[in-house]
T-cell receptor, first 116, second 114 residues
Framework: AQKVTQAQTEISVVEKEDVTLDCVYE???????LFWYKQPPSGELVFLIR??????QNEISGRYSWNFQKSTSSFNFTITASQVVDSAVYFC?????????????FGSGTRLQVQP | DTAVSQTPKYLVTQMGNDKSIKCEQN?????MYWYKQDSKKFLKIMFS???????INETVPNRFSPKSPDKAHLNLHINSLELGDSAVYFC?????????????FGSGTRLTVV
């Protein structure tokens, strides 16, 4: 069965520090998608990135970057020069394609607190 | 226009009552979902419908009954509400393929059972 593990429950950093959020996944499917979502204190789920299992290229979007490594089943997320507005709960998630189970399986989330 | 809209946003009710949460999407997606987020922020799939057909039904008490009158709507009815049902419920939709962002979430319904 599919599983997503975010071992870091909570991380606290000072503004302008870099921070990496870890995500490890398990799946038997050869075709799957990985996601990161942000949940700010207001509660909505904000889409950050979607990556398919055949694309291991790292991605950078402004201060955000993602490192996908199939060899270690990891999809880590780095925020460079963190800001107070980055304070939120971040979720890594997985959806499988071949099994037809298109629902997302979420990790338990990592709460990031950025102190001014 | 809101892509996935849920109503109500907040719902406070007493134990034993029956309540419904409505969800509508205007994206033309064929699959809709209900997720539950508990007090510890764990997000878990409850149900999934594809073109009005139930395709995922996780271990959820049968007091919870989803209803999909058409592929743009997926409502959640809860009978005999219990304190443990207090949570945030998110509706979501996705297209047949998984192009683009794949999943679009509603803003959530915070249910409080007192």
């Amino acid at each position: 069965a599919q599983k997503v593990t975010q071992a870091q429950t909570e991380i606290s950093v000072v503004e302008k520090e870099d921070v990496t959020l870890d995500c490890v996944y398990e799946t038997r499917d050869t075709t799957y998608y990985l996601f990161w979502y942000k949940q700010p204190p207001s509660g909505e789920l904000v889409f950050l990135i979607r990556r398919n299992s055949f694309d291991e290229q790292n991605e950078i979007s402004g201060r955000y970057s993602w490192n996908f490594q199939k060899s270690t089943s990891s999809f880590n997320f780095t925020i460079t020069a963190s800001q107070v507005v980055d304070s939120a709960v971040y979720f890594c998630a997985l959806s499988e394609v071949a099994t037809g189970r298109r629902a997302l399986t979420f990790g338990s989330g990592t709460r990031l607190q950025v102190q001014p | 226009d809101t892509a996935v809209s849920q109503t109500p946003k907040y719902l406070v009710t007493q134990m034993g009552n029956d309540k419904s949460i409505k969800c509508e999407q205007n994206l033309g997606h064929d699959t809709m979902y209900w997720y539950k987020q508990d007090s510890k922020k764990f997000l878990k799939i409850m149900f999934s419908y594809n073109n009005k057909e139930l395709i995922i039904n996780e271990t959820v008490p049968n007091r919870f009954s989803p209803k999909s009158p058409d592929k743009a709507h997926l409502n959640l009815h809860i009978n005999s509400l219990e304190l443990g049902d207090s949570a945030v419920y998110f509706c979501a939709s996705s297209p047949l393929g998984t192009g683009g962002r794949g999943y679009t979430f509603g803003s959530g319904t915070r249910l409080t059972v007192v």
